[in-house]
Nanobody
Framework: QVQLVESGGGSAHAGGSLRLACAASNNVFARRCMGWFRQVPGKEREGVATIDSDDRTAYADFANGRFVISKDSAKTLVYLQMNNLKPEDTAMYYC??????????????????WGRGTQVTVSS
């Protein structure tokens, strides 16, 4: 089973930027759909962005225009560049992969392998 490790979280002021990275134990990102998710205590985990094996991307409405998901050339890292951060972006951010090549969904229930998360805190 693939191992995923997130990094890059931290603190930022509103309007600032952070770049998260998700490292995989193999080149799974070349073959399977991958997504970024976030969760605030007491709320359900929600999808942020996805990227499939053909590098096609999709974003939640709140992320569109501010966040960018991408892969490195070796397909072992997936990034989430977060710009113009808002206090409501404060959450634990997770990466995960599906069993399939294409995404079609940002529902956490459709993703099978998860990292442990990285905390993002945005102050006003």
């Amino acid at each position: 089973q693939v191992q995923l490790v997130e990094s890059g979280g931290g603190s930022a002021h509103a309007g600032g930027s952070l770049r998260l990275a998700c490292a995989a134990s193999n080149n799974v990102f070349a073959r399977r759909c991958m997504g970024w998710f976030r969760q605030v205590p007491g709320k359900e985990r929600e999808g942020v962005a996805t990227i499939d094996s053909d590098d096609r991307t999709a974003y939640a409405d709140f992320a569109n225009g501010r966040f960018v998901i991408s892969k490195d050339s070796a397909k072992t890292l997936v990034y989430l560049q977060m710009n113009n951060l808002k206090p409501e972006d404060t959450a634990m951010y997770y990466c995960a992969v599906r069993e399939f090549t294409f995404c079609y969904t940002r529902s956490p229930a459709d993703y099978v392998s998860w990292g442990r998360g990285t905390q993002v805190t945005v102050s006003s």
